[in-house]
């Protein structure tokens, strides 16, 4: 039941984590910078380019393939520790895609939440001394947050199951 629990925990946090961080990084190819493909998510609208290419740069900026990549360190981490037999299963994690996957769905989320003008402001206060101070703030905010998060979704799930148990009691 522990390893369940420690598994949902370090999914539910792994959502969080992503359902909060400003988006991801632009790809690269030969050194050089990528055009990125506009982002479609089924049943929504094509980003427009310009718009893409700041959302992209405000991605790179603010770290977020780092950040995605970190989580995604620490729930490989955590299930190997707790399940054993997935540390095969993680040999073959499709990193890089997942994180492409995510900042492509990304763009979609802020673009249909901000707009060109808004994008372009938060680029221009984050490239500035004062807004760089801030990112590096809101990186130990969101690690903090992260454990406090983990540390949440324990409890719940625990509250869960102990419930669980009483409605359905081993025979």
Do not use: C
Not at 14 to 32: H, M, R, W, Y
Not at 107 to 133: C, I, M, N, W
């Amino acid at each position: 039941m522990k390893i369940i629990q420690r598994t949902m925990s370090f999914v539910a946090l792994v959502l969080a984590l992503f359902a909060t961080l400003p988006a991801g990084a632009s790809e690269k190819a030969g050194g050089k910078e990528k055009a990125a493909a506009p982002a479609e998510v089924p049943g929504k609208a094509v980003v427009d380019p310009a718009k893409e290419k700041a959302i992209r740069h405000l991605m790179k900026i603010s770290k977020v393939r780092e950040t995605g990549q970190r989580i995604i360190d620490g729930v490989k981490e955590a299930m190997q520790r707790s399940v054993p037999s997935s540390v095969e299963a993680w040999k073959d994690f499709p990193t890089e895609k997942f994180l492409a996957e995510f900042e492509d769905a990304l763009v979609g989320v802020y673009d249909r939440h901000l707009t060109l003008d808004e994008v372009k402001a938060l680029v221009e206060f984050y490239e500035s001394p004062k807004g760089r101070q801030i990112l590096e703030k809101m990186r130990a905010i969101g690690a903090e947050s992260a454990v406090i998060g983990q540390e949440f979704s324990a409890k719940v799930l625990q509250q869960i199951i102990e419930k669980n148990r009483g409605a359905h009691p081993a025979h």
